[in-house]
Nanobody
Framework: QVRLVESWGGLVQPGGSLRLSCLASGYTFSSYTMNWYRQAPGKERELVAAITHGGISRNYADTVKGRFTMSRDNGQNTVFLQMNSLNLEDTAVYFC?????????????WGQGTQVTVSS
């Protein structure tokens, strides 16, 4: 059974930091591109950060570039999202996503999400 479990969301003040983690199981973690998405109330889900299966290439949304850093540990089947200088607009549910483009259709898995609230 495939599982993606996000952890370490929470309440933080503006300017603060959080480090999200996503523990994966039930599939070959190291073969999948991993993504972090977020969805704020009343808004569409947006891609925040992505990292390729080997961790060589990373991409970020312009809104988080320079503040967020995504990493992965293939030995621990875990991805992380270090979030610094958080602001009110970062408030959202953050979702972990795994994608494999090796076949058709694309294979994709989602976590249940973790709430991040930035508030003073």
């Amino acid at each position: 059974q495939v599982r993606l479990v996000e952890s370490w969301g929470g309440l933080v003040q503006p300017g603060g930091s959080l480090r999200l983690s996503c523990l994966a199981s039930g599939y070959t973690f190291s073969s999948y591109t991993m993504n972090w998405y977020r969805q704020a109330p009343g808004k569409e889900r947006e891609l925040v950060a992505a990292i390729t299966h080997g961790g060589i290439s990373r991409n970020y949304a312009d809104t988080v570039k320079g503040r967020f850093t995504m990493s992965r540990d293939n030995g621990q089947n875990t991805v992380f999202l270090q979030m610094n200088s958080l602001n009110l607009e970062d408030t959202a549910v953050y979702f972990c996503n795994a994608v494999s483009y090796s076949g058709w259709p694309v294979t994709e898995y989602w976590g249940q999400g973790t709430q991040v609230t930035v508030s003073s």
